[in-house]
């Protein structure tokens, strides 16, 4: 677990848990071995943020920092086991999901988050629409699109997709959130051209709408970049900030994480940013120490 402190920075005064616990998030994604992107970025950004990670393997890969070689969802009875075992100890207040692999998968989420919320809980449910690599391989079929848009979508907090997912989700810069298919939307725009200089994500929520802007950071080491942003974004949700607050937070620590990315292989096309030195660069901006 982290050991940043950051539970006594981030959401207290809107959280009220025991001094000796923190926020639980769960990420419902795809394993990566290379620890890149998928479960392993997650966990690396929530503890980095000081809540208390879960992982529920949907899709084990075959990837590296270079290209994905192999993706294989895991059953729904394996993935319903995994988070039936979570709900028992570890009750969330936030769940972030990524590749899910399957539209069996996707509904077994969907049916956790229900029950969850009948049970009284306070759940948020970022959705990371993983539908591709930015090598190009393709994680989702026609079938898997319109079971994110009919049924998971709907019942999102916050929607995560970048400006491709986005497009194939009929999910549209400009368009209210809130209705039926259109969940409060942060549209990320790294995979844009970047002809302004500027790395713009457009948020839509109930607190605002309007383009969230910073300098593009020139770094190849932009693996599970995505990641990293829905994962912090469900910290702070998990916290109790707004969903306006937690995107400009995911926003903030994923710029940051960038600005300290590091090379861990020897390929040129490489890993991963550092969500850790970005939390503590939070940290100290918030007062922290």
């Known amino acids: ?159 995560t997709p970048n400006r491709a997912e986005a497009r194939r989700l009929g999910l549209h810069i400009g368009q209210t959130s809130g209705t039926k298919n259109q969940p409060p939307l942060a549209i990320t725009g790294g995979d844009a051209a970047p002809a302004t200089g500027l790395a713009s994500d457009w948020l839509q929520c109930a607190q605002t709408s309007g383009w969230l802007s910073l300098p593009r950071v020139n770094t190849h080491h932009h693996h599970g970049t995505g990641c990293t942003f829905a994962s912090t974004a469900a910290a702070a949700l998990a916290c109790g900030y707004c969903v306006a607050d937690a995107v400009v937070l995911a926003k903030m620590a994923t710029t940051h994480a960038l600005c300290h990315a590091y090379a861990a292989v020897i390929s040129a096309i490489t890993q991963s940013p550092d969500p850790a030195a970005a939390c503590r660069a939070l940290v100290r901006g918030f007062g922290g120490q």
């Not at 006594?8 to 994604?29: H, I």
């Not at 998968?105 to 690599?133: F, I, K, S, T, Y």
């Open 1 to 159: 677990m982290s050991t940043l402190g950051t539970l006594g920075t981030f959401g207290t005064e809107v959280r009220s848990l025991a001094a000796d616990m923190r926020p639980v998030v769960w990420s419902v994604a795809g394993s990566d071995p290379g620890a890149g992107a998928g479960l392993q970025a997650d966990l690396k950004a929530l503890q980095a943020f000081g809540v208390h990670g879960c992982t529920a393997v949907a899709a084990i890969t075959a990837q590296n920092s270079v290209s994905v070689t192999h993706v294989e969802p895991v059953s729904a009875a394996l993935l319903d086991a995994q988070l039936a075992a979570l709900a028992q100890d570890l009750p969330p207040q936030a769940i972030k999901t990524g590749l899910l692999g399957s539209v069996d998968n996707l509904r077994v989420v969907c049916d956790w988050v229900d029950r969850l919320r009948g049970r009284g809980h306070a759940l948020a449910l970022v959705v990371d629409p993983v539908l591709g690599a930015t090598t190009g391989a393709s994680f989702a079929d026609d079938a898997l699109v319109q079971t994110y848009m009919q049924e998971l979508l709907p019942r999102a907090t916050l929607a």
